[in-house]
């Protein structure tokens, strides 16, 4: 299996290869929370976005916008580090 945030072989029976990355990811994490903390609304997770409103719907598209930005640069910044 390969680190999620840097792509290293990860530890046997983890996500990540490091300690390094394993602060990196809870830090992802955090942020998402931080800016995205209802990720739309309450019953977002218990229903399939069924009975959610429309803000609603936008708010959880735009975490997970947001969501894939940070782990977009987390890779460009690992990508860099690593070529130079």
């Not at 945030?5 to 990860?10: D, H, I, Q, W």
């Not at 992802?28 to 976005?49: A, M, Q």
């Not at 640069?73 to 130079?84: C, E, R």
């Amino acid at each position: 299996m390969k680190c999620e945030v840097c792509g290293k072989e990860a530890i046997e029976n983890k996500v990540i290869c490091s300690e390094h990355c394993q602060k990196v990811r809870l830090m992802i994490f955090e942020l998402i929370d931080k800016y995205f903390p209802s990720h739309g609304c309450d019953n977002c997770w218990g229903d399939l976005h069924g009975k959610c409103s429309d803000q609603c719907n936008k708010e959880f598209r735009e975490g997970h916008k947001f969501a894939v930005d940070l782990w977009n640069l987390v890779f460009l910044i690992n990508n860099t580090l690593s070529q130079g």
